[in-house]
C-alpha cells in the first residue's frame, strides 16, 4: 500500500518560510510526476507545484519566485519550501502522485483532482 505522509506546516507571519516534506512507501519517485496541491475552506483546489520524472518543475502563477518543489530519491521524499509567504497562502497542503505526465500538465491533473496518491495534508497558516 503506498502511502504519502506531508509534514512542516504551521502559523508563520506573513514573509516568514515553511519546508514542507512528504515522505513516501512502497512508491517509487521515478515512475510517477510528484506535486503539491492546496486548498482552502470555500475554494477550489490549486495545483501549486510540481516536478516529473525528467526533473522539470512547473508552479502556479501564485507561488512562481517564492515556492521550490524538489525531490530527494535516495530519502524518498518530497520538498516543497515555501518563502515569503502570505496570508493567501494560507490552506492545507497535499503532496500527490501523478501519472507519468510533464510537469506543466501535473498542474492542471491537481487541479481536476486527477491524481493515483495523496497524503493526508498538513496545514499552512500565514497571518498578517
Known amino acids: 500500500q503506498v502511502q504519502l505522509v506531508e509534514s512542516g506546516g504551521g502559523s508563520v507571519q506573513a514573509g516568514g518560510s515553511l519546508r514542507l516534506s512528504c515522505a513516501a512507501s512502497?512508491?517509487?519517485?521515478?515512475?510517477?510526476?510528484m506535486g503539491w496541491f492546496r486548498q482552502a475552506p470555500g475554494k477550489e483546489r490549486e495545483g501549486v507545484a510540481s516536478?516529473?520524472?525528467?526533473?522539470?518543475?512547473s508552479y502556479a502563477n501564485s507561488v512562481k519566485g517564492r515556492f521550490t518543489i524538489s525531490q530527494d530519491n535516495a530519502k524518498n521524499t518530497l520538498y516543497l519550501q515555501m518563502n515569503s509567504l502570505k496570508p493567501e497562502d494560507t490552506a492545507m497542503y497535499y503532496c500527490?502522485?501523478?501519472?507519468?505526465?510533464?510537469?506543466?500538465?501535473?498542474?492542471?491533473?491537481?487541479?481536476?483532482?486527477?491524481?493515483?496518491?495523496w497524503g493526508q495534508g498538513t496545514q499552512v497558516t500565514v497571518s498578517s
Open positions: 500527490v502522485a501523478l501519472p507519468r505526465v510533464t510537469a506543466i500538465q501535473a498542474l492542471g491533473y491537481m487541479t481536476r483532482g486527477e491524481y493515483n496518491y
Open positions: 512502497r512508491l517509487t519517485y521515478s515512475r510517477y510526476c
Open positions: 516536478i516529473d520524472t525528467d526533473g522539470n518543475t
